[in-house]
């Protein structure tokens, strides 16, 4: 039985059919691509994706495949303004992984295969609409055969240019930045070259230079090239035009060879106001799309997987009411916001143009960077590990939305069976044990012991803080736990 299509299936989409399939939920995942992808596309995955990985199961497999970038550098002129760590990161994962997303493709299938599901390829949706209690969507196979599907939830995951997105009518709001941008996929050779676990950025007069460590020796380099006048499209660049920047933006001293990908790509900054629309969702670039300064696309839409797909596996298995999916917008819209703000920052910040604006802001970084306080924020915000939703419908509480440390969990992540179920961490057991009875559908069977004996917590599957109460919150508990089985009559469809 399909209770959940799926549209996409790049990472955002190969994340939330493992997650659903795990919990149990019936899934179909199409792509209308041939294959996957085979160029490296987004390249790290950060402390909080992993983490969140361990409850899928997965880690492992990212780690022996990846390449652990313990921090970076940023120069100008021959000098280096500061180096950025990640070592004081609060996670077991204190690093930046790199990792080419066609491998996160790679490892995340097999993943999903491991429950007996594939990948439909050469797949499309054409069109979609309401139904009862669902959405009848229309596919189109290679050779052009057609079908008609009926399935309770829909969920977009299907990049830029989704047709979910626009099947819904939705405004993708925002605009494209200026300049054009170089990306090549090389090896780096000569002494001067930055250190190959390394994420390196030159500030130079004519705009930003980035070198991104890939695993087994290769690199990514990427720089602005200026703007193109409209109706002449730039050519893909050369090897010699990669050489070029590396010899006036890096200072030279080493050469670039064996090139494996060079095209040139533009930055877009948008996003849709809201990602639920009744029986229909978006996720990943389908809701929002940025600068990748600091790698949070990718790691940011497969955080909207793991969100929306213990929500959705409770509503299915009525283990929870429909109130619940109402969390996912609000939730993940504000973090799209987030890191659009973040992202577009460290991007003006790099593509300065005035000289006196770019002699500021390089005395003020070497400033900035020599202080740890600023390196250790700056290594946090990357990492994703402070993504919180304090404003939530779901956090009730002085202490709630935060991120639980896993260092507390007590056992195994919460989340991490067969079925998502809230964990209760409170000091008495006995009525502890009485809650979870009668919550048998929302609860873990076991309650645990929380960090401080006066604490009391409900801690959600993807392990963030719901409720936080204190020793006396038993009655907050019920009335929390019953509100999440309550429905919220958003369920129509949509027709496209």
């Given at each position: ?166 099947g819904l009518g939705l ?12 990306l090549a996929d090389v ?297 999440l089985q309550q429905s ?9």
């Amino acid at each position: 039985m399909t209770d959940v299509l799926i549209v996409g299936a790049g990472p955002v989409g190969l994340t939330m059919a493992a997650e659903l399939v795990r919990y149990g939920v019936g899934v179909r995942l199409i792509d209308r691509a041939p294959h996957a992808t085979e160029t490296s596309k987004a390249l790290v995955v950060w402390s909080r994706t992993l983490e969140l990985m361990d409850r899928m199961g997965c880690t492992q497999a990212f780690l022996d495949a990846g390449l652990r970038a313990p921090g970076a550098s940023i120069r100008s002129g021959g000098k280096v303004l500061g180096n950025p760590r990640f070592a004081d990161i609060a996670s077991a994962y204190n690093f930046a992984l790199m990792i080419p997303q066609r491998e996160t493709e790679r490892l995340l299938a097999a993943h999903l295969r491991s429950f007996g599901v594939e990948v439909e390829r050469q797949v499309e949706l054409v069109g979609f609409g309401e139904a009862a209690d669902g959405v009848e969507a229309r596919l189109r196979h290679a050779y052009g055969r057609e079908e008609t599907l009926r399935t309770p939830w829909l969920i977009g995951c299907d990049g830029a240019h989704s047709t979910v997105r626009h099947g819904l009518g939705l405004a993708f709001e925002g605009a494209a930045q200026g300049d054009d941008w170089l990306l090549a996929d090389v090896r780096l050779d000569g002494s001067s070259a930055p250190p190959p676990d390394e994420i390196a950025t030159y500030l130079h007069r004519d705009g930003p230079f980035v070198i991104f460590p890939i695993p087994n020796g290769r690199a990514r380099v990427v720089a602005t090239v200026g703007r193109t006048e409209a109706g002449r499209p730039r050519p893909d660049p050369s090897l010699d035009d990669v050489q070029a920047l590396v010899d006036r933006r890096a200072g030279g001293g080493f050469r670039v060879s064996d090139p494996v990908w060079l095209t040139n790509f533009r930055i877009n900054e948008r996003k849709v106001a809201e990602y639920r629309h009744g029986r229909v969702f978006l996720a990943g670039d389908a809701a929002h799309i940025h600068s990748p300064a600091g790698g949070q696309g990718m790691n940011t839409g497969m955080q909207d997987a793991v969100n929306l797909a213990w929500k959705l596996a409770m509503v299915v298995h009525r283990q929870a009411g429909t109130s619940l999916l109402g969390s996912y917008s609000p939730e993940r819209s504000a973090v799209g916001d987030m890191v659009l703000r973040n992202a577009g920052r460290l991007t003006d910040m790099a593509t300065l143009s005035n000289p006196a604006a770019q002699v500021a802001r390089n005395l003020a970084l070497r400033f900035l960077l020599g202080l740890h306080a600023v390196r250790d924020r700056m290594a946090t915000q990357m990492s994703e590990i402070e993504i919180a939703y304090a404003d939530s419908p779901l956090s009730k509480g002085a202490r709630s939305g935060v991120r639980w440390d896993p260092e507390t969990y007590g056992g195994p992540p919460p989340g991490a069976g067969g079925e998502p179920r809230f964990v209760l961490y409170a000091a008495d057991a006995a009525r502890g044990a009485a809650l979870t009875g009668r919550f048998p559908g929302l609860l873990e069977t076991t309650p645990r012991s929380p960090p401080d004996a006066s604490g009391f917590f409900l801690v959600r599957p993807d392990g963030y803080v719901g409720l936080s109460a204190g020793e006396t919150g038993w009655d907050d508990a019920e009335r929390y736990l019953r509100a999440l089985q309550q429905s919220d009559g958003r369920t129509g469809g949509h027709a496209s």
